[in-house]
């Protein structure tokens, strides 16, 4: 939620800058801007629209040779789309940009009224910019300490003091930050994305922590100005694997990316047979006497989460709730210390998935994440991680992660029935053949895209649209619509398929589309039961399943046939069909893949 760069240095910062915002933009792209620091004066550049159009306003701008700045791509929380919302926000003393949600700005902004300082903007980081202005006399670890005290919410900033060239202050409270410095000058960003052109080693910045980019070093001090060393974390992928590949879209390549995702996930975990955690240091004692497992997480990795209930539900036979972080915390929920909390996301840095940890952490359950970004705040904060290694995902659209997160899940589900006894080694050697042979699959149904594409054309003009599946093709449904709604903007929904009877079958309507998810062997036919129910009322539907669909030719319009796999492993190729579905159902609507109005990839806000 909005991106965040900095650098000092010996080259032209402008084009550093505006290149790290272009690749943050999934953070946020409804305005940008950056400061540049050049002898003793600062020049700001913004504008509305996206880092392109900062980019032609900076090359129709005179001077712009300063070797510092810093610079914003925005997610407008405080305050409409405009250029004066637009950061960096500048005060006689300070110019900065900010990451987060400042929650009391309206106190200190009271506060401030008294002293005389007025805004121009109706942001929060403008409040903040003027309170640190108003605490600055002349030292900048001093001003900073004093703010942290007062700010409430979460940050990231990186600052210039006016009387400081050459400096960026950069501190911390929640919203990410890391930094690199290579002999060309020193970079800070909201995400290692905008630094491996440059580096591919690089820190975190810890929360509570202060770091001071010069051009030939960076150093990093406690909120009391001590220093400390900073732990360094080296980026295993390259450029290639954050640019799009030939592929016209970041969704479809990740899309692609799927099966590498899923072998670099699998690899490392899997040795003769059995799931090995051992170069993860997650011990078995994690999943000793567990006899409650609670799973949350937000959007795409809460569904992942859903498959997780229904694995872990069925194999192990404990009881197992999905919750929505940002409802978790306010729920008053109950844990101890044999409740294991497994914490999902891509980003580890979403706000609320964080505050759940939290939470668990306080009260003494056993907590685990998955997570794809490694050295984020919720890798940090859990008891272990289990890392997803799917690469960078820059669509705002999750679609390898969710793949390499229900993966996650099937791993945890299996030391779990190691561990507990529930299985026979030679048991659990064959669930992970099924496994495997079930991910294994998702090749041949990549090759299905020109079909499928064929059946987004039909449905490209629709309204609205219901996914429907019972147990655990249920969970992969509603990831599917989400990937269709999030993108397309059509009006979609999922639904366990004997539900629709009771209410939302009153909205199926001729030609409505109704995409039928029926893996399970066991209830194919329920399903199957309920796509009739929905056919009688003029439905187009879309069956996506692994069955044998021999003598069912009445129900459907279209049938997407993915290979045959294990029931228990069933959602693997439906996922991708249903990826493929929405990428090509809004290409057909001509709108933006990567960057659905209104959404950020990483929500560091709650
Ligand atoms: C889905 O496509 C979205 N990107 C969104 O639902 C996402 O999964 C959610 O915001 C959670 O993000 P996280 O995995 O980074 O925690």
């Keep these: 939620m909005c991106g965040i760069v900095g650098f000092t240095g010996i080259n032209r910062a402008s084009d550093i800058l505006i290149n790290g915002l272009q690749s943050l933009e999934y953070r946020g792209y409804d305005s940008a801007g950056i400061a540049l620091v050049q002898d003793d004066k600062t020049q700001v550049i913004k504008t509305t629209g996206k880092v392109e159009d900062l980019r032609n306003k900076v090359a129709a701008t005179a001077d712009t040779y300063g070797t510092c700045g810093i610079g914003h791509t925005r997610w407008a929380t405080h305050g409409g789309v405009t250029e004066v919302n637009a950061h960096p926000h500048q005060t006689p003393k300070v110019t900065l940009v900010h990451n987060g949600i400042i929650e009391n700005y309206k106190e200190i902004a009271a506060e401030l009224a008294k002293k005389g300082y007025t805004p121009v903007s109706e942001t929060d980081t403008e409040i903040a910019a003027l309170l640190i202005d108003s605490l600055y006399n002349g030292d ?8 942290d005290e007062i ?8 600052i210039m003091f006016q009387d400081r060239p050459g400096k960026i202050y950069c501190m911390r409270n929640a919203s990410p930050l890391v930094v690199a410095h290579t002999p060309i000058g020193s970079y800070i960003g909201s995400d290692v994305i905008a630094l491996i052109p440059y580096s591919k080693d ?14 030939g070093s960076v150093s990093l001090y406690t909120m009391d100005h001590e220093k400390v060393e900073p732990k360094m974390l080296h980026v295993d992928w390259d450029t290639t694997a954050a640019k799009k590949g030939g592929y016209d879209y970041f969704m479809q390549k990740e899309i692609y990316d799927q099966p590498e995702a899923v072998k670099n996930t699998l690899a490392p975990r899997i040795h003769d047979g059995k799931v090995d955690f051992s170069a993860d240091k997650i011990s078995d004692d994690l999943f000793k006497d567990v006899n409650r497992v609670i799973i949350t997480a937000c959007g795409t990795a809460m569904h992942s989460g859903l498959v997780g209930r229904s694995i872990i539900e069925s194999l192990i036979r404990i009881p197992v709730t999905v919750e929505i972080a940002s409802e978790f915390r306010y729920m008053n929920p109950i844990m101890d210390e044999h409740t294991l909390v497994i914490v999902i996301t891509q980003s580890g840095e979403t706000a609320d998935s964080l505050a759940a940890l939290r939470l668990a952490n306080e ?12 050295g984020s705040s919720i890798a940090r904060e859990s008891d272990y991680v289990l890392y997803t290694h799917a690469g960078p995902e820059i669509a705002v659209a999750s679609t390898k992660a969710f793949t390499v997160q229900c993966c996650g899940m099937y791993l945890i589900t299996l030391k779990l029935a190691e561990v507990m006894g529930i299985l026979s080694d030679k048991e659990i050697s064959e669930y992970i053949d099924k496994f495997i042979a079930a991910t294994e699959t998702i090749p041949a149904v990549l090759e299905m895209d020109d079909y499928i594409k064929t059946i987004a054309e039909k449905i490209k003009d629709t309204y609205s649209a219901f996914y429907i599946g019972r147990g655990l093709d249920y969970a992969f449904a509603c990831e599917g619509s989400l990937k269709l709604k999030e993108i397309s903007y059509v009006n979609s929904e999922a639904f366990n398929a004997g539900e629709l009877k009771h209410g939302t079958i009153s909205l199926v309507t001729e030609g409505v589309p109704i995409i039928a998810v029926a893996t399970q062997d066991h209830i194919f036919s329920k399903t199957l039961a309920n796509v009739e129910e929905v056919k009688a009322r003029g439905a187009h539907v879309i069956l996506i399943t692994d069955e044998d669909a021999a003598g069912y030719e009445g129900l459907y319009d279209d049938l997407i046939k993915v290979p045959k796999t294990d029931d228990f492993f069933g959602g693997f190729g439906t996922t991708v069909a249903m990826q493929l579905l929405a990428y090509h159902t809004t ?4 709108y933006n893949v990567d960057q659905p109005r209104n959404l950020a990839k990483s929500v560091t806000v709650e």
Aim: glycine letters at 8%; a positive charge.
């Design 202 to 215: 690089y820190f975190v910045v810890p929360e509570q922590h202060i770091v001071v980019l010069e051009k």
């Design 363 to 374: 009260r003494g359950a056993k907590t685990i994440s998955i997570v794809n970004v490694k």
């Design 587 to 590: 290409v057909y609507r001509g």
């Design 151 to 158: 700010l409430e919410g979460a940050y990231g900033f990186c």
């Design 140 to 147: 900048p670890f001093e001003a900073m300490k004093k703010a």
